[in-house]
């Protein structure tokens, strides 16, 4: 199993929460380039407060996943130092990008933070008209990296590729299951991982675990199309389910929903709980609470705190930018923990999962990519 991991710079991580709201941050006013930042976020920053600006994604703040971590990344920041205020833009769709960027350069925003691949173009076009303008941005590098933005990636590869062992291990009909929400670099990656960490459960436990969704070394698989669709997500588990498959993975954001309502129903139906799934981003049983019971673990990046730190440097005064890669090393990915199956998850599954680790930060494991990280 070969690929190129990159040298990771340090990004603290911590428990990914996706609530939205918070006393200490002004909400956004509306959402898509029509809306105007609130009239608190106006008011602090002619009183000289530091103004962190977000722009979401399509999936909105509340898509349990990269949107609703960033944001929660931003409120912890203006949790942590008073001098800052925060406030966001949600964009309904990509032709939203570019004027909700520009309303918040007028705004003289300390820092902008884009959420997602597809802000790469628009928030790099931008940063290099206003080389003055400190930018953050989810889950998109450059290459050569910009000074005045602060690129946040993730080797999600390496916790996929955990995922895909646990879910080989979990697995009782011998068929697992992965989809993406679109074929993006940022979601293929954990679909690499998940499909070479069953091949490498498979090679040590000489078994014959089948991913349906995905090929890592073929790149095909299945995509709803975007992040929104929740019936394109239970729809196409539900094929999964019919399939054979016990164990889901989908990358998709709020698509993903739609398959824990289909593992729901499917489970029902059977008068059992035969079908799980594990949840992406962020720790689903905070953010998607009502399917935790369905959630062996989820496959999760530090989205919150690399977000955090990136707003608190540019108020600080020790802003930087450039890349910054999460790892298994620095704690910027990881596997959350078993929650309701801490006993379900049997003890040597765990002490293989623990080594794996170990294994993947020495070197010795590399799990296979054709995704940028």
């Known amino acids: 199993m070969k690929a190129t991991l990159r040298t990771a710079a340090a990004v603290s991580a911590a428990a990914l929460l996706a609530a939205c709201g918070s006393s200490t941050s002004a909400p956004s006013s509306g959402s898509g380039s029509s809306s105007a930042p609130s009239s608190t976020s106006s008011t602090a920053s002619t009183a000289g407060k530091f103004l962190g600006c977000m722009v979401t994604d399509t999936g909105g703040l509340d898509d349990r996943s990269f949107n609703a971590s960033s944001w929660q990344g931003m ?14 833009l949600q964009s309904q769709s990509a032709s939203d990008y570019t004027p909700n960027i520009n309303q918040f350069i007028q705004k003289k925003c300390g820092i902008i933070v884009t ?12 940063a290099k008209a206003n080389p003055n303008q400190k930018f953050a941005i989810v889950d998109f590098s450059y290459s050569p990296a910009m000074k005045n933005i602060d ?13 895909g062992y646990l879910a080989a291990g979990m697995s009782k009909t011998g068929k697992v299951a992965t989809f993406g929400g679109q074929k993006l670099p940022t979601v293929t990656i954990y679909m690499d991982g998940y499909w070479d960490g069953v091949q490498y459960y498979n090679q040590k436990h ?3 675990v ?8 073929t790149q095909n698989g299945s995509f709803t199309g975007d992040f929104t669709n929740q019936t394109k997500g239970q729809t196409l588990t539900q094929t999964f389910i019919s399939d054979g498959a016990d164990v889901i993975f989908p990358v998709a954001g709020n698509v993903g929903l739609g398959a824990a309502k289909a593992v729901q129903n499917a489970d029902a139906a059977a008068g059992s709980q035969k079908v799980n799934m594990l949840w992406v981003d962020t720790d689903g049983c905070i953010s998607a609470a009502q399917y935790c019971k369905y959630f062996i673990s989820s496959v999760t990046k530090g989205i919150q705190a690399s977000v955090k730190a990136a707003v608190l440097s540019a108020a600080n005064g020790t802003f930087k930018g450039g890349n910054y890669v999460g790892t298994l090393a620095n ?30 930060i020495s070197g010795k494991i590399k799990p296979a990519t054709k995704s940028p990280v």
């Open 151 to 163: 690129a946040l990636v993730f080797n999600t590869v390496q916790d996929g590729f955990m995922g």
């Open 210 to 217: 089948q991913v349906l969704g995905w090929n890592e070394k």
């Open 331 to 360: 704690d910027g990915v990881v596997l959350s923990p078993f929650h309701n199956f801490t006993s379900k998850v049997p003890a040597a599954l765990q002490s293989e999962l623990n080594t794996i680790k170990q294994q993947i």
């Open 206 to 208: 000489h078994t014959h």
């Open 115 to 126: 959420v997602g691949f597809l802000m790469g173009a628009n928030t790099q076009t931008a």
């Open 75 to 88: 409120q912890e920041a203006a949790k942590a130092n008073s001098n800052v205020t925060v406030t966001n």
